[in-house]
């Protein structure tokens, strides 16, 4: 099993008394507004320490993991995703440079701009992106890290459906082609239906 959680409460925000996320699927965690889901994400990426309860990653708790190399692991992409550079390639090669892997080359950043639907020059200013073109970079970031786990929050919210469908499809096969886990949070009941290997529903 890859995430384990037993009686975890986090504040007044988020109580779940069991749940197992298994390797190598695409879980989509759906719920209401405000029941806790991006709450849940930040707890297995360590940004978020639970007030009681275990989370187990691998059958290890979460808390004996270095917060550094889990995050290597079990990369994360928030809803409002980060610029980590001036142009499109900076940004793309930034989750090499944090976990600690060589530079990709032109050819395979040009390849992963493809797989995301982004077609933009890799000297674009990044800061000149649109919300959804700021998601797909980052979709392509952590993409090129090859994670074991991509936690990912609301990553198409910014996207048509159609635009949504294409992307999320082809990030899925990309991601298990090297064996990558998806745990996202989705608002979209098409991309749950379509990709979600398991579809776990968050209440309040």
């Known amino acids: 099993m890859l995430f384990e959680l037993r009686d975890v409460h986090f504040k007044d925000i988020l109580h779940i008394d069991s749940m197992e996320i298994s390797e ?18 930040k707890l297995l990426n360590k940004m978020n320490i639970p007030d009681r309860g275990h989370v187990l990653y691998k059958g290890k708790p979460l ?7 889990h995050r290597r692991e079990a990369v994360m992409i928030s809803q409002t995703p980060l610029l980590f550079g001036a142009t499109v ?3 793309l090669q930034k989750g ?3 976990s ?3 530079l990709a080359g032109r050819e395979d950043l040009i390849n992963i701009l ?4 982004l077609d933009k020059p890799l000297d674009t200013p990044s800061d000149q992106l649109s919300g959804g073109e700021r998601q797909r970079l980052s979709l392509g970031r952590v993409l090129l890290m090859e994670a074991v786990v991509y936690l990912l929050d609301e990553p198409t919210s910014a996207l048509d459906e159609e635009t949504e469908i294409e992307v999320m499809k082809s990030f899925i ?11 996202m949070v989705t608002h979209s009941t098409n991309v749950a ?10 209440s309040k």
Request: glycine residues 12%; proline residues 2%.
């Open 24 to 41: 190598h699927i695409t879980t989509c965690l759906v719920g209401e507004s405000g029941a806790g889901k991006s709450t849940l994400l």
């Open 114 to 117: 493809k797989v995301v639907k």
């Open 193 to 202: 239906e379509q990709y979600g290997e398991d579809i776990i529903t968050i």
């Open 100 to 102: 600690e892997k060589p």
């Open 96 to 98: 090499l440079v944090f």
């Open 89 to 91: 390639e900076e940004n």
């Open 63 to 69: 808390q004996d993991v270095d917060s550094v190399m």
């Open 173 to 183: 096969e990309c991601a298990k082609g090297h064996g990558g886990t998806i745990i």
